[in-house]
């Protein structure tokens, strides 16, 4: 059977069913709220979506590379947590410097880094400044409250859930909406008082970034973040701060289009958590992959070098997104690890009409009748698995569970199969249709940007730890370690100082 059947068929399932967030039991929405775009349905998401797009489209996500570069690398100033960036200044975040610091201060001259722990809070700066302009800081400041809030916290909300947690969970579908909503604020559950602090410390952080944004605009400083690009401080939003409750007025399109305040508060949640867990923990998996593929790290590391031999030759010092597209290796390595390790691994669709899904392949019932369609009923919860679609034989081949970059040199990734479905060459990573990741390219420009920063500098090593890293599955999928999944999110790496010219290639 054409294995294009199970795309179409998926396809028609993203685009019929509507978003059903309630499996949780605690209701992700009170992370970045019920009124973001990734809760919202019909109409009211598609405004939220037109909204949002002018933000994330190519030249926009192009754009931010330096930024990206800044916080994987270079040269920095001083910064306090959460200030407004004047531009003047490169982002500090400086993350390699960072490690470069600890690795020559130790006396093995290297060192073991829990990996995700620095890439979410490196990663979280980069939010701050493309999104909205802003630098936290998190990568100098551990402490600060921003990256405490955030640090592991997909995996206290989400992971390992328990027993109680996991019937809550069943039972929570036939709880109607305002009594679920009730017990999610008031519960004592350490799950849900988790997602609540971290929700009201994003909100009043959301809440300055737009009245100190407003300021810096009536200065005539604005720039070019997400949230600017948005129109979100345009001339309608200026004249509107002199009563700034009035941030409904923040659009410069037809009333109808407007967010209202809190759509806005609970659209800047979902940026902040959506744009840093995701890519920080699909670097993390990235290079652990190296680590354990040392071959391929070499090859990677080589094909940088050759590149920066490339841009230094043309008198540059930076590489450039063509530079990085060019890169043959580097950009099937990357998607790679976004097919082997999609850290949203699964999305949830419930069928707001009755229904019927063509099949790729029959299905033999449980009464031995063999079905071509399947009926789905109006309200059927349905799980997507994208990592199953990911790894796929009929899509991917027999080496489905294999990592193995090679298949996007030699075509047998078949990225050109008749029927294209997601945004990014046929993967279902970033999901497809109508809903689909809108920050993909902006993800997939900060991957290159941080891994060549990263693997340019430091070689990646495993130790006798990261033999027990294992996947849990906390919404996005984290590493912790086998035996010790209650201390969070762990995946320790050996890294030292890479060597300038790297032999065998
Ligand atoms: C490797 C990185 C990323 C992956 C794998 C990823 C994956 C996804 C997936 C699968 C969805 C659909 C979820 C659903 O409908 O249930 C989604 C939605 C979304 N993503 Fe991403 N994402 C990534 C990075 C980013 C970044 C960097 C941003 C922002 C800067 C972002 C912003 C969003 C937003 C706003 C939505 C909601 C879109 C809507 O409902 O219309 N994502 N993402």
Not at 71 to 100: F, I
């Given at each position: 059977?054409?294995?294009?059947f199970s795309a179409v068929g998926f396809l028609v399932l993203v685009i019929v069913y509507r978003v059903y967030r309630r499996y949780t039991g605690i209701s992700l929405a009170d992370v970045p709220g019920p009124e973001s775009p990734s809760f919202m349905m019909g109409e009211d998401?598609?405004?939220?979506?037109?909204?949002?797009?002018?933000?994330?489209?190519?030249?926009?996500?192009?754009?931010?590379?330096?930024?990206?570069?800044?916080?994987?690398?270079?040269?920095?100033?001083?910064?306090?947590?959460?200030?407004?960036?004047?531009?003047?200044?490169?982002?500090?975040?400086?993350?390699?410097?960072?490690?470069?610091?600890?690795?020559?201060?130790?006396?093995?001259?290297?060192?073991?880094?829990?990996?995700?722990?620095?890439?979410?809070?490196?990663?979280?700066?980069?939010?701050?400044?493309?999104?909205?302009?802003?630098?936290?800081?998190?990568?100098?400041?551990?402490?600060?409250?921003?990256?405490?809030?955030?640090?592991?916290?997909?995996?206290?909300?989400?992971?390992?859930?328990?027993?109680?947690?996991?019937?809550?969970?069943?039972?929570?579908?036939?709880?109607?909406?305002?009594?679920?909503?009730?017990?999610?604020?008031?519960?004592?559950?350490?799950?849900?008082?988790?997602?609540?602090?971290?929700?009201?410390?994003?909100?009043?952080?959301?809440?300055?970034?737009?009245?100190?944004?407003?300021?810096?605009?009536?200065?005539?400083?604005?720039?070019?973040?997400?949230?600017?690009?948005?129109?979100?401080?345009?001339?309608?939003?200026?004249?509107?701060?002199?009563?700034?409750?009035?941030?409904?007025?923040?659009?410069?399109?037809?009333?109808?289009?407007?967010?209202?305040?809190?759509?806005?508060?609970?659209?800047?949640?979902?940026?902040?958590?959506?744009?840093?867990?995701?890519?920080?923990?699909?670097?993390?998996?990235?290079?652990?992959?190296?680590?354990?593929?040392?071959?391929?790290?070499?090859?990677?590391?080589?094909?940088?070098?050759?590149?920066?031999?490339?841009?230094?030759?043309?008198?540059?010092?930076?590489?450039?997104?063509?530079?990085?597209?060019?890169?043959?290796?580097?950009?099937?390595?990357?998607?790679?690890?976004?097919?082997?390790?999609?850290?949203v691994y699964q999305v949830y669709r419930c069928a707001n009409q009755d229904d019927v899904l063509p099949l790729s392949q029959p299905i033999t019932t449980r009464l031995g009748k063999v079905i071509h369609e399947l009926p789905v009923q109006k309200g059927t919860r349905i799980v997507?698995?994208?990592?199953?679609?990911?790894?796929?034989?009929?899509?991917?081949?027999?080496?489905?569970?294999?990592?193995?970059?090679?298949?996007?040199?030699?075509?047998?990734?078949?990225?050109?199969?008749?029927?294209?479905?997601?945004?990014?060459?046929?993967?279902?990573?970033?999901?497809?249709?109508?809903?689909?990741?809108?920050?993909?390219?902006?993800?997939?420009?900060?991957?290159?940007?941080?891994?060549?920063?990263?693997?340019?500098?430091?070689?990646?090593?495993?130790?006798?730890?990261?033999?027990?890293?294992?996947?849990?599955?906390?919404?996005?999928?984290?590493?912790?370690?086998?035996?010790?999944?209650?201390?969070?999110?762990?995946?320790?790496?050996?890294?030292?100082?890479?060597?300038?010219?790297?032999?065998?290639?």
């Open positions: 059977m054409d294995p294009v998401h598609k405004r939220q979506r037109k909204v949002l797009s002018p933000g994330f489209g190519a030249p926009e996500s192009k754009a931010f590379l330096p930024l990206f570069q800044g916080c994987a690398e270079s040269v920095g100033t001083e910064v306090t947590p959460y200030s407004l960036n004047s531009h003047q200044q490169r982002d500090p975040s400086q993350l390699s410097n960072k490690w470069m610091d600890v690795i020559m201060n130790s006396k093995e001259q290297s060192a073991v880094l829990n990996i995700p722990a620095w890439l979410s809070r490196a990663t979280l700066d980069a939010i701050g400044e493309a999104a909205f302009d802003v630098r936290f800081g998190s990568i100098d400041n551990e402490e600060s409250a921003l990256a405490r809030a955030y640090s592991n916290m997909m995996n206290d909300i989400f992971g390992s859930p328990s027993n109680e947690r996991i019937f809550f969970r069943e039972v929570s579908k036939y709880i109607p909406d305002r009594i679920l909503q009730y017990l999610v604020e008031t519960s004592n559950n350490p799950g849900i008082q988790r997602a609540r602090e971290v929700a009201s410390l994003a909100t009043s952080l959301a809440r300055q970034m737009v009245t100190d944004k407003a300021e810096m605009l009536l200065q005539g400083k604005g720039n070019r973040d997400v949230f600017s690009l948005l129109g979100v401080c345009t001339p309608s939003f200026r004249s509107s701060t002199s009563n700034r409750s009035t941030v409904k007025a923040n659009m410069d399109t037809d009333a109808k289009e407007k967010l209202t305040e809190e759509e806005l508060y609970a659209l800047m949640r979902t940026i902040l958590l959506a744009g840093h867990e995701t890519t920080s923990n699909t670097i993390s998996w990235a290079l652990l992959e190296l680590a354990r593929h040392p071959e391929m790290q070499s090859r990677l590391r080589a094909e940088i070098r050759e590149t920066e031999v490339a841009i230094h030759a043309r008198g540059d010092t930076e590489f450039t997104v063509t530079d990085l597209d060019d890169m043959t290796y580097a950009t099937a390595f990357i998607k790679e690890v976004l097919r082997f390790h999609p850290v997507v698995s994208v990592a199953a679609y990911n790894r796929n034989k009929d899509l991917w081949g027999d080496d489905a569970h294999v990592f193995n970059p090679e298949r996007w040199i030699n075509g047998a990734a078949k990225e050109k199969k008749a029927t294209s479905i997601g945004v990014y060459s046929n993967l279902m990573t970033f999901l497809s249709g109508a809903r689909a990741c809108i920050g993909w390219r902006f993800a997939v420009i900060e991957i290159q940007a941080f891994l060549t920063e990263v693997v340019g500098k430091f070689e990646f090593t495993l130790i006798d730890q990261s033999g027990r890293v294992r996947r849990e599955a906390s919404g996005v999928m984290t590493p912790t370690l086998e035996g010790e999944v209650e201390k969070g999110v762990q995946l320790p790496l050996r890294v030292s100082v890479a060597l300038q010219a790297e032999s065998g290639y």
